[in-house]
C-alpha cells in the first residue's frame, strides 16, 4: 500500500467525511492534509497550517499538481491563537505535533487546546496521534474540556516516510449535555 492509500485509511476510520471543514495543525509538507482534501472533496475545506512556510508550500505544490483547490494555507509564526471563528470546524488533526518538543509548557498545550475548543462545532471532533506523549496527553486533553469518544489502533506515517503502528485518540467536546450523558 502506497503512503497516501495509508493515510487515507486513517482518515476514514477516524470519521474524516465529504463535505467537512477540516483543520490539519501542524500539517507540515501534507502526509495528511492532500488525502483529507481529498476526502472532503469540492464541498468541503482542509486548512493546513504550520509554521514551517517551505513545508506549507510544498503541500500547496502538490495540490496544484492533483488540481485540488480546497486547501488553505494557514501560514503562523508558531502563535497559539487559531485565526478561525469559534465553533466552525468539523475535524481537527492534531498528528505527532502535541508534545513537549514543539510544546514544552504545558500551560501552551492547555492554551492550544483551548483555541482548538473555541473553534470546533459542537458535535466536531479533535483526533490525535500522541507520538512521543501517549502516557499525557489523554489526561491534558480531558482537563481541558475535551472527552475520549473513540480509540483506533492503525498503522500511521511518520515524517512522510516511515509507517509504524499507533494508536489515535478522537475526543468530542464536553459540553454540559454530553457530560450528563456520561454520567
Ligand atoms: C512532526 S511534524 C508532524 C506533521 C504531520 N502532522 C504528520 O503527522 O505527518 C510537526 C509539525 O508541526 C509544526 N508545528 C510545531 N509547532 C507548531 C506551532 N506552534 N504552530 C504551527 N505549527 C507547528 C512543525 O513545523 C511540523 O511541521
Known amino acids: ?4 492509500a495509508i493515510a ?7 470519521g474524516v467525511k465529504k463535505g467537512q471543514i477540516v483543520l490539519d495543525f501542524g500539517c507540515s509538507s501534507g502526509t495528511y492534509t492532500i488525502p483529507a482534501a ?8 482542509v486548512y493546513a497550517l504550520d509554521k514551517d512556510k517551505k513545508a506549507i508550500n510544498e503541500v500547496i505544490k502538490k495540490a496544484e499538481s492533483e488540481g485540488l483547490k480546497n486547501i488553505e494555507r494557514m501560514d503562523t509564526s508558531g502563535e497559539l491563537k487559531i485565526y478561525l471563528d469559534d465553533m466552525s470546524i468539523d475535524m481537527i488533526l492534531l498528528y505527532d ?7 514544552p509548557s504545558a500551560e501552551d498545550r492547555r492554551k492550544l487546546l483551548d483555541e482548538i475548543h473555541r473553534v470546533l462545532k459542537q458535535d466536531g471532533s479533535l483526533s490525535v496521534w500522541p507520538k512521543h506523549m501517549e502516557s499525557r496527553a489523554k489526561d491534558e486533553i480531558e482537563q ?4 475520549l469518544e473513540n480509540k483506533y489502533s492503525v ?3 511518520h515524517d512522510n516516510k516511515d509507517i509504524e503502528e499507533g494508536e489515535i485518540l478522537n475526543f468530542a467536546l ?10
Not at 487515507?8 to 477516524?14: A, K, P, S, T
Not at 481541558?144 to 472527552?147: D, G, I, L, P
Open 174 to 183: 464536553l459540553t454540559n449535555s454530553a457530560h450528563n450523558q456520561n454520567f
Open 144 to 147: 481541558a474540556n475535551f472527552y
Open 38 to 45: 481529498k476526502i472532503v472533496g469540492k464541498e468541503g475545506k
Open 1 to 4: 500500500m502506497n503512503l497516501e
Open 155 to 157: 498503522t500511521l506515517i
Open 8 to 14: 487515507n485509511e486513517i482518515l476514514e476510520r477516524v
Open 97 to 103: 505535533v502535541f508534545h513537549d518538543y514543539y510544546f
